[in-house]
């Protein structure tokens, strides 16, 4: 069993930076890997970045790539994603999310491949 939490969301305007953490709970974090999704209102969750467990292999969606970058510190137990550039459209409410890789029902990027999920942290850019 896996636990979640996100924290630092906030307000900031075009252009600055904000950076998530998620604070895992459960000695078999580094098993899994670890993504973080956003969902806007009205909109579907979206697949924002995954890192992989060990390796530390990343991927990332087009429309963040070369702005966000995805990490992870298995000794602390934590993941974050450090969000630059950032835009109007990525206000969302952010969510982490382990898969623990024991099955394989759809891609990395589809929400239904992870077990566990945080709460959300909310993230509003002004124009």
């Known amino acids: 069993q896996v636990q979640l939490v996100e924290s630092g969301g906030g307000l900031v305007q075009a252009g600055g930076s904000l950076r998530l953490s998620c604070a895992a709970s459960?000695?078999?974090?580094?098993?899994?890997?670890m993504s973080w999704f956003r969902q806007a209102p009205g909109k579907e969750r979206e697949f924002v970045a995954r890192?992989?467990?060990?390796?530390?292999?990343?991927y990332y969606a087009d429309s963040v790539k070369g702005r966000f970058t995805i990490s992870r510190d298995n000794a602390k137990n934590t993941g974050n994603l450090q969000m630059n550039s950032l835009k109007p459209e990525d206000t969302a409410v952010y969510y982490c999310?382990?898969?623990?890789?024991?099955?394989?029902?759809?891609?990395?990027?589809?929400?239904?491949?992870?077990?566990?999920w945080g709460q959300g942290t909310q993230v509003t850019v002004s124009s």
């Open positions: 999310a382990a898969d623990s890789l024991r099955r394989t029902v759809a891609a990395p990027t589809d929400r239904r491949q992870y077990d566990y």
């Open positions: 459960g000695r078999t974090f580094s098993s899994y890997a």
């Open positions: 890192i992989s467990s060990s390796v530390g292999s990343t």
